[in-house]
């Protein structure tokens, strides 16, 4: 008994092995037949279809074997992990196995030419690797035809550009399987696609999805292609390429984006969709509409190409120019203000304000839009323009400069911001007590002197500017009181208040004779000298000079003797060394002004500078007043070094701006001569003036001149500007006496660098007499040295251009000074000056008074006059003391301090150890004050004559000695 293995024919005729098995006859049968081993590969349900024919059960009057016979067989599965099935395994029983169905058929067959095949579909889930199939037949007539084992899934699908790849179905037949999509090539997922694989093997519910990428546009094959050439996409979404935006390409497939044309651009603003396009062309028709001497309107039609924008806007750049041509123009001031803007408006006016008076602009107005940039095309109108002249601002640096007995002189500043000229200026003085008695004076001169005033009477004066515009605003009232005549034959005599002022007229009218009759006979000689051998207008100075001299050497002291009342705003600019420029001529054009030389007229030759002659001469400047000029010119056949050292002091000057600074009006460059134009001082260099007039001018008029050079030395210093040669013969006198610092030949910046600031030059000619020791030891100069200088420069101011240390040799100069010998006073110097020039050249130069000091120190003694009776003790210049024995002659301390008067302080030597003069010799301040000799009147007589030791004992050929 069992299944039989038979040959078969289907009814279409198909040879087919067949299993059989037909026991209906038969009781207890029991017959297997089991599949091999399964693998269940992806599957998670496995289905079986069965195809088996039955015979229908024949009935038999015995009901017996009627009941034996069936029509069903037994389905039964059998997991494994493994294929391990034999004979025995697993064991073939109901209980072992899995039942999963009887099953019947649906046709049985009765007659063996009609048989008809039946079908049975089964489906379990299965959890392992594998499955055996067995059929238990019991007692049916059946042919087991084919046996399909098989699984469901879902299969590979496209949707929404993401692919599903093929899936099997769940274990159960209403379980879904979540499955992920990948994005098709050249597409990005949008969302997470996903898709269900249900039982039945179809999808459902499909979610998220893909959208082609820049560059590629979507099929409805579900694919993404390249945008074709001429086509850009440069988003990621399903829409179509669209063709190039005008004026821009694709030369390639898939592009992103078209690219602009040769002469088209984009803004970084624009989408890649806009068309390409161009800046806009310049503005028509920039017309002034009208100016006043702070403002300025004008107004412009829009560009006729506007470059394929909307974004049209403008932007502004203004150029101030300077006064009258000439000057370079630069960028207008951060002050002046742009309506609507300066920048990124679209209005056709625009109104800037805040512009200085009689000043030439340049308004370029640039169209732009979003492509300007990137085009770099500069798209501009410009318009020039002159603002009307204002009148003036209220003066408000109105300073006194010099007051006398009956006599007060103020000066002033040019209005700030007055550009233009000032015509004249008015002032109004009045006796303070009585403000309806005074009298309107007019001058052209930034000062002026009131005679014929009260004395001691308090004046009030004011002032105020007028240009072509107008007059300005007077300036507020300065109370000044006028004083009490200081001269030498005053103090000598005792005199002060109790001098009339008949007297004193008659005193001012007989020195002025002498002064005019002076000054006539030095221009005399002067032109005997060839110095005006050009024109016959040095007779014209000849008169100026005489009428303005009367009155300055009777009264009137120096200019430089200025009280500020007010100081002028601003910040201290910084000196710029030329030197540190790669291109020298650089800083010429920074610093200086170029003139039109045609603008210059020589008139005389007044001196012989280092480069070449210098001259008196004319400066005409259009729209401006004339004025007197000094021209430095630059002879023939000089070397480029020759013309870059000369102008180099232009650049140099071209940055001051004081009033007791020599000023630099300009420079002639691009013509020849060369020439360096400065203000003209009358009165030139002031030791060879102060040499001309000796013994003419009151201490004050002495004192006013120092303070005047340390006024401009002050102002030096505080822009980092160390002189190096300050020296009365480099100090320029005008005709009221104002005296102003000049030569900056040898000087250099000094070093920011350097610890203590000091400059150490390389080499070069040192002004001994003038210069401190350490710049002459270690060629180290800081303001420090220049206020050495500045004390020799005291000396000769008072000793009326004497040579510092009188014929002695520079060596016995610098000896000397090293043992602490200093200048005596000159005649009638005041103590209080000599103290000051003993001050300024201490040895220690951090001890040295600064120039800010000292100008208070002058300004003092000024204001109170009586500081300056007290005469310096005077001794003739090579004068060696005769009461003063010779001290190397002395065997005992005590002998040399009996002959010093200073005996009593025998003990506190001998105390301390003292015992021999070569001792004494070396004997410094901080000893005697260890020695407990307290009083400084005593420590310099004794320091005086312990240096007078040490000279003799050194051998230096001693003069007037003085010690510090
Ligand atoms: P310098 O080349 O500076 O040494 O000038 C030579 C001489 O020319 C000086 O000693 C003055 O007598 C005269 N001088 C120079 N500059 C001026 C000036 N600005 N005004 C009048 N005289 C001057």
Known sequence: MGWVEASYNDNEGNPLRIYTSC?????????????????????NRLYIDIRFSMRKCIRHKDPQRLQQCKETFVLYYYEAESDFANAMMPTWDPETYFKMDVIAADYLYEDENDIRINVETKSIPITRQGVYFAIQDTGACISLISIKVYYITCPNITQNYALFLETPTGPDLTSVVQKQGQCVANAAEEKRPTYLCKGGGTWALLDGG????????????????????????????????????????????????CECESGFYRSPDDLKSAPCTKPPSAPLNLKL???DHMSATMTWSQPQFLGGRTD???????????????????????????????????????????????TDYNIKVYAENGVTQKSKRVSVAQTEFTTEAAVPAKINDVQVISVGSTWITVGWDRPLGSQGDIE???LRHFPKNNRSGGDLVYTKQKNYTFRGLALQTEYGFQVRGKTQKGWGQYSDIIYVKTGTLVSRSTIEQGQGMSVGIIAGAIVAVILCMAIAIIMVLILLRRNRNGCNEKNVSECDNLQYTNVVHCAPLEHHFNGGLTVPLFQPPGVVKTYIDPHTYEDPNQAVREFTREIDASHITIESVIGGGEFGDVCKGKLRIPNRAEMSVAIKTLKPGATDKNRLDFLTEASIMGQFDDQNVIF???VVTKSNPIMIVTEYMANGSLDAYLRNNDGKFTVIQLVGMMRGIASGMKYLSEMGYVHRDLAARNI???????????????????????????????GGKIPVRWTAPEAIAFRKFTSASDVWSYGVVMWEVMSYGERPYWNWSNQDVIKAVERGYRLPPPMDCPEACHQLMLDCWQKERSHRPKFLAIVKTLDKLIRAPELLRKIAKQRPHNFIDPNMPDMTQFTSIEDWLISIKMERYSNNFLHAGYCNMEQISRMTVKELINLGITLVGHQKKIMNSVQTLRAQLGGVQMSEGFLV
């Not at 030569?743 to 390389?762: P, V």
């Open 312 to 358: 049209l806007s403008y932007r502004v750049e203004c150029l101030e120019c300077g006064t009258g041509g000439g000057s370079p123009c630069r960028e207008c001031s951060s002050g002046v203000e742009f309506y609507p803007k300066q920048q990124a408006f679209n209005t056709t006016s625009l109104t800037v304000r805040g512009l200085l008076p009689s």
């Open 732 to 762: 320029l006198v005008n005709e009221t006496l104002v005296c102003k610092v000049a030569d900056f030949g040898l000087s250099r910046e000094i070093e920011s660098d350097t610890t203590d600031g000091a400059y150490t030059t390389k």
């Open 23 to 43: 026991y209906v006859t038969q009781t207890n049968v029991n017959n297997w037949l089991r599949t091999p081993f399964i693998d269940r590969k992806d599957a």
């Open 289 to 291: 509409k009208s100016s």
């Open 424 to 426: 004249r200026y008015q």
């Open 664 to 666: 630099l009006e300009g």
């Open 210 to 257: 893909c959208k082609c990428m820049p560059g590629y546009q979507a099929t409805p094959s579900q694919t993404c292609v390249g945008c074709p050439a001429g086509t850009y996409k440069w988003h990621t979404s399903n829409e179509p390429c669209r063709n190039c935006p005008a004026h821009s390409f694709s030369s390639h497939r898939h592009s992103v984006m």
